[in-house]
């Protein structure tokens, strides 16, 4: 398929750059498969759409303060690392493998330096700004002083600078394990008290963990989508969950993923409609045609033109079914994105 198929129009004013002031305030645009329809809903609804069985599956991945700005040591330019993938970590020290902004004036050898305490040096480059640097502090030492220094991982579509206030709003309320450079964006709009209500209402609540990286917002740079090559994303998925998912699976019972990071883990996890637990890297790439061998439906947010993000979904519910949507959504005045408002596909 050719990367035109996934584009459509955005106005600009529609992108989100703020969340809303409560995460429940959202809008659900509810899409139905089987007729081809969709209705405009609060995301107050969602529990009217979830039944007594169901399983919801969430992504608990906690976003790091991953975005490093500061100056090059010797010549006191500024530059910028972002946090990719940590690679190790000892008494000595610890290892990321970064993205470099601008490239090239981060170099090997040199340092950079984020704070008084906080500071870095190019151990290898790598293609397309890549450059593995280390800390030189012990594991403890860095994780205080990049909870001190560094900044929340915005998108760059937001076209602003992180605030205070996005160290909180672009974590979801069930985040856990740290190591995600973008949030579960899905997940966002959940509050504790809208999960109670889904929980007491029958629906099983299991979580799996998938660090979101490049991987799942690196930009598709070739006109036949097959040829796109994804970045790998660390995942993890427990027995308990598993045992859950399978028993659902068995009964004829949906499972319903919170966002498309939780669809990558289960799908890169089945073997023959099973789900295996354990851990692994994920490379999945889901477009059309994909045949979903856990995921029944989906609560998602709007995803951007051209992005393997809209890939996924269309190969979900059909690609002219989620264009059509999306048009929709973009002529209600729907907020795309990130901070935006959501989609649930039955």
């Avoid at 399983?55 to 991945?61: D, P, S």
């Avoid at 902004?101 to 790598?126: H, I, L, N, Q």
């Avoid at 450059?131 to 502090?137: A, C, H, I, M, S």
């Amino acid at each position: 398929m050719k990367l035109t198929d996934f584009d459509y129009v955005l106005p600009p004013e529609l992108i989100a750059r703020y969340p809303l002031e409560d995460r429940e305030d959202s809008r659900l645009l509810v899409l139905d498969r089987k007729t081809k329809s969709f209705e405009d809903h609060l995301f107050t609804e969602l529990p009217h759409f979830l039944k007594s069985g169901d399983v919801l599956v969430l992504n608990k991945t906690r976003v790091i303060p991953a975005r490093l700005v500061g100056k090059r040591e010797t010549t006191g330019a500024n530059i910028e690392i972002f946090l990719l993938r940590e690679l190790a970590r000892d008494d000595s020290g610890v290892t990321w493998q970064t993205l470099a902004k601008p490239a090239k004036k981060v170099v090997v050898g040199e340092w950079y330096v984020f704070s008084d305490t906080f500071r870095c040096t190019v151990e290898s480059a790598g293609e397309e700004g890549v450059r593995t640097v280390r800390f030189p502090l012990g594991a403890e030492a860095f994780d205080r002083e990049l909870a001190n220094v560094g900044h929340t991982p915005l998108p760059p579509y937001l076209q602003r600078e992180d605030e205070s206030s996005d160290r909180e709003r672009y974590q979801t309320v069930f985040a856990e394990v740290a190591g995600a450079v973008a949030a579960p964006t899905a997940g966002l709009h959940f509050t504790e008290e809208m999960l109670n209500r889904i929980s007491e209402q029958g629906v099983e609540i299991v979580t799996i963990l998938l660090h979101t990286g490049l991987g799942t917002f690196r930009p598709v740079e070739v006109s036949n989508i097959e040829d796109h090559e994804m970045h790998e994303e660390y995942f993890e998925i427990s027995e308990e969950t598993s045992s859950a998912i399978n028993l659902a699976k068995q009964q004829g019972r949906r499972v319903i993923a919170v966002g498309t990071t939780s669809v990558r883990t289960l799908e890169s996890s089945a073997h023959e409609g099973v789900l295996q637990a354990g851990a692994g890297w994920s490379k999945l790439f889901i477009y059309p045609p994909y045949k979903f061998q856990i995921v029944d439906a989906l609560f998602t947010n709007f995803h951007m033109p051209k992005s393997t993000l809209l890939m996924m979904i269309s190969a979900l519910a059909g690609r002219e079914f989620i264009l059509d949507a999306y048009q929709h959504a973009v002529a209600s005045g729907y907020r795309f994105f990130s901070y935006g408002d959501a989609m649930l596909i039955l």
